[in-house]
């Protein structure tokens, strides 16, 4: 029983040692979210002008109102069928600012949609932003963190 609960009390130290070492390593950093997109064929010129109709001043606004630190678009020869072509990033201080729901902040982005939109009635807005569906595919959002390497001590 004693040698049981040692080997746990063991694996426990350990598994709870592998971040600290990890952060000897580098410094942590911002968190993207990243959205990707496949633009559909033939969109490609709908869509770019759509993505600066709306959601350039979108995203200029919210950095100006610190609901994001930067944002950032990216674009990318498919690699395969399965591959995204656009993709949308914004930068957040940490995963809490990028996941975590505040009533302030969507707050400050129905006011931004609706300067944006040139109206407040969200049904309204959607039907604005629909047209969007269906120029691209939505294939999904991934959170990955900043980090800054430390060098090697010398």
């Known amino acids: 029983m ?8 063991l694996l426990c130290l350990v598994l709870m040692q592998r971040p600290a070492l990890a952060q000897e390593h580098y410094t942590e950093g911002p968190v993207w ?11 490609w010129d709908e869509y770019a002008k759509w993505m600066r109709t709306y959601a350039l001043r979108i995203f200029t606004e919210a950095k100006k109102q610190g609901l994001v630190q930067d944002f950032k678009v990216f674009t990318q020869e498919r690699g395969s069928p399965k591959d995204w072509d ?9 995963y809490g600012a990028a996941l975590d729901y505040s009533a302030a902040n969507e707050a ?7 300067e944006v939109f040139s109206t ?3 049904e309204k807005q959607d039907e604005m932003a629909a047209g ?4 691209r595919k939505f294939l999904g959002t991934r959170y990955v963190r900043e980090i ?5 001590p010398e």
């Open 2 to 9: 004693k040698k049981t609960f040692g080997s746990i009390a």
């Open 33 to 43: 979210a990243i959205s990707s997109y496949q633009v559909n064929e033939g969109q």
């Open 86 to 94: 656009f993709a949308v990033a914004t930068l957040h201080p940490s």
């Open 108 to 114: 400050k982005w129905d006011a931004i949609a609706a």
């Open 120 to 122: 407040a009635d969200k």
């Open 132 to 135: 969007r569906f269906k120029m």
């Open 148 to 152: 800054t390497l430390k060098p090697m």
